[in-house]
């Protein structure tokens, strides 16, 4: 099955500083790549996804990479603002021998915006 | 508000209970899906449905037991369960299953004593 590694665990920065994250993934049969972000107290939500057809993906402030040979992909947040401090997921697609299923996820970073 | 919505928010339960979760979802998806969250650990699959049938069964023990009355409605029953099912139980829905983006409620954090 599909295994995602997701590092690190734990990343502060300076407010307006750049954060990555990083994740590699095991399954080559995987396309789709989402990120998710999860607050205190609320469900992970969608930030931004990636299939396997682009290699990198913007909308405003966050970009996902991929690298489909190297089978692995980053989130990078620019300009970081206080708001976004929470933990962040990156998930794979998983297979079966019956097809699609879930979602395989990370262990998640807690990111931390230092004022 | 992603539009899945989970109820209780909270629950405490002994070992010998049986309670339920419900899910639902007014995006009109036809897959829905219940991860576990457990501190320091990665969400984990549990159970797939999509168009009401089970799909997937990643492993779970019995005494969790799935139930899709239909594409909108998705329960976890549960019963004699242990101190270390204690965790967050999130509901997913997704229009189909494959790439398609999953959107999650809030999750029901679970005790049990």
């Known amino acids: 099955g599909e295994n995602v590694e997701q590092h690190p665990s734990t990343l502060s920065v300076q407010e307006g500083d750049s954060a990555v994250i990083k994740c590699t993934y095991s399954d080559s049969a995987s396309n789709y790549f989402p990120w998710y972000k999860q607050e205190l107290g609320k469900g992970p939500q969608l930030i931004i996804d990636i299939r396997s057809n682009v290699g990198e993906k913007k909308d405003q402030r966050i970009a996902v990479t991929l690298n489909k040979t190297a089978k692995h992909f980053s989130l990078h947040i620019t300009e970081t603002q206080p708001e976004d401090s929470a933990v962040y997921f990156c998930a794979a697609d998983m297979y079966s021998g019956g097809g699609a299923d879930g979602l395989t996820f990370g262990k998640g970073t807690h990111l931390i915006i230092q004022p | 508000e992603t539009g899945v919505t989970q109820t209780p928010r909270h629950l405490v339960m002994g070992m010998t209970n049986k309670k339920s979760l419900k899910c639902e979802q007014h995006l009109g998806h036809n897959a829905m899906y219940w991860y576990k969250q457990s501190a320091k650990k990665p969400l984990e699959l549990m159970f797939v449905?999509?168009?009401?049938?089970?799909?997937e069964n990643n492993s779970v023990p019995s005494r969790f037991s799935p139930e899709c009355p239909n594409s909108s409605h998705l329960f976890l029953h549960l019963h004699t369960l242990q101190p270390e099912d204690s965790a967050l139980y999130l509901c997913a829905s997704s229009q189909g299953i494959g790439l398609y983006e999953q959107y999650f409620g809030p999750g029901t954090r679970l005790t049990v004593t």
């Open positions: 449905y999509n168009f009401k049938e089970q799909t």
